[in-house]
């Protein structure tokens, strides 16, 4: 089964994607524009958004949804990077936000600070090494969603 980095600690991986076999106790994962034309009472716990994809028509339905998987097609796109900070701090969404694809461990920190909290890169990607990446810095000139002490609040003593 594969393995994914879930709040900095290695699990298996219980989606499936497109073209992927199921195994028992594993869900599917619809593209946003799939899930949409999916009657309600039928909607999967989890979906797939892809750069392009609005959020607007997902908003309502936040707190049904389980699993929102962020695709990172290719590298130095950073749609998804957006879409992960108005989920979080416009919508409220509550539950896991998956970073997927095209990305290597030099942006986890980054990932995190958006407000993603599972991580699935392309296959190859060392996990095992990738988890050191969320400690690459302690302070942080920004907010963001993770906790990292912001720098202002660090020279203030707070």
Known sequence: MRQIIRRRELVSDELR?????F???????????QW???????RGPAVLLRATDELEPLASQLAHLR??????????????FSQARLLRERYHYE???????????????FLARCGFDAFDPNPGEDLEAALGAFDS????YQGGSEGIVHVHERAAGL
């Open 36 to 42: 949409l034309i999916t009657a309600a009472a039928q």
């Open 23 to 33: 195994e028992p106790g594993t869900h599917g994962v619809p593209t946003l524009s």
């Open 67 to 80: 699993w929102i998987v962020v695709e990172f097609a290719k590298p130095g796109d950073g749609r998804g």
């Open 95 to 109: 539950g896991e936000l998956r970073a997927r694809g095209a990305f290597g461990r030099d942006l986890l920190f």
């Open 17 to 21: 994607y497109e073209g992927e076999a």
């Open 137 to 140: 810095f302690s302070v942080a």
